[in-house]
């Protein structure tokens, strides 16, 4: 065998390989989008998508907008406005993007559009990003705030293009996502529209209630009580500061743990810690193999949680586990016990 040949790869297939890190299929450039146009401020959030995704996404919404001298930055490698710093990091980050490589990384592996009009500005600008080439900037007319297009999503990637499942599997994820953002934003129309038909549309008027209704239809919207915890008044610096939303009674559930939407800090992750907690109030009230659908927000201080375990940024770590744990399983099963939905005797753990 002869000795190995270690060569620097050239950095488009150093694009392509991190760019694969980020962004794993539909649903997480449908991620990045719907998180940049709610730091952008937006009231409305629409996001429409062609074969689950793999053909098309668009997002569009009424934000602050991007002035035209910035859409190459817009585009660019590790090039964000959220941030200044490594001392910001650590500070604690209030906004949901902030490593400034979502736009960058995408326009990579797709063909991207990114069409914006700061609100009060006399036209739009747009600029493309193929294959991470990026193109001219060009007029646009548009409406105010910012419209993202990506197509062919991974046309240039065809090894992950073949690991996408069905258009069905994929826009199931897209949905995840969307409700995900929709249920944490009540005050932001949030509407999600696939081939043409919409399949949700929130109104945006701040109750989590009807955001619930909009997204998961009747039924379950009337079966959800309200959860509404605080820590102990008498402890000066408690582990959680807060946990509310609403959960629904033990008998409306389905068979996927999917249903159970948890925010910490305002940020959707998929801590099993949190999912357990949720389970471990119902006690033995549920059904084998059935979940609830849940939509908690926990508040915990910003320096306990790292959301900078992955870049995809779903699962989080927390300082205190433990305490969060009994925090979100007490203040579930107050709401339940509170509307007599579970039997004060019902097992723990
Ligand atoms: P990040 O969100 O981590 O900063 P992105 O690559 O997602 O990185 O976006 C780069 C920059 O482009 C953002 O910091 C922001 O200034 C701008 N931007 C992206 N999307 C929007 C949007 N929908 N509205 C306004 N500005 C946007
Ligand atoms: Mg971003």
Request: net charge negative; hydrophobic share 40%.
């Amino acid at each position: 065998m002869e000795p190995p040949n270690i060569e620097r790869l050239d950095e488009r297939t150093v694009q392509r390989i991190a760019a694969g890190e980020v962004v794993e299929r539909p649903a997480s450039v449908v991620k990045e989008l719907i998180e940049n146009s709610l730091d952008a401020g937006a009231t409305r959030v629409a996001v429409s998508v062609e074969a689950g995704g793999t053909e098309g996404i668009r997002v569009r919404d009424d934000g602050v907008g991007i002035p035209e001298d910035q859409l190459e930055a817009a585009v660019a490698e590790h090039a964000t406005s959220k941030i200044g710093d490594i001392e910001d990091l650590d500070r604690g980050v209030g906004t949901l993007g902030f490593r400034g490589e979502a736009l960058y990384t995408v326009g990579a592996v797709s063909r991207l559009t990114l069409r914006s009009r700061p609100p009060g500005a006399d036209a739009g600008a747009e600029i493309t990003v193929e294959g991470g080439q990026v193109g001219e900037i060009r007029p646009a007319g548009c409406p105010e705030g910012t419209t993202v297009e990506v197509d062919d999503l991974f046309y240039n990637t065809p090894a992950r293009k073949k690991f996408l499942k069905r258009t069905a599997t994929e826009f199931d994820r897209v949905n995840t996502v969307v409700t995900g953002y929709a249920l944490a934003n009540p005050d932001v129309a949030v509407s999600l529209e696939h081939d043409g038909r919409e399949t949700f549309a929130t109104e945006g008027n701040g109750d989590l209630r009807s955001a619930v209704l909009a997204v998961y239809g009747r039924e379950v919207a009337e079966a959800m009580v309200d959860v509404e915890w605080e820590p102990n008044a008498s402890d000066a610096d408690p582990p959680v500061r807060g946990v509310t939303g609403l959960v629904s009674h033990p008998e409306t559930t389905r068979s996927t743990r999917e249903y159970l939407a948890t925010y910490v800090n305002g940020r959707y992750v998929t801590a099993s810690a949190l999912r357990e907690a949720v389970l471990d109030a119902y006690g033995g009230q549920l059904a084998p193999d059935r979940y609830p659908f849940a939509v908690l927000f926990v508040e915990v201080p910003p320096g306990d949680v790292d959301v900078n375990v992955h870049p995809r940024k779903l699962e989080v770590r927390f300082d205190e586990e433990p305490a969060v744990r009994e925090a979100v399983e007490d203040a579930v099963k107050g709401a339940l016990l509170d509307h007599g939905l579970i039997r004060s005797s019902a097992p723990r753990g």
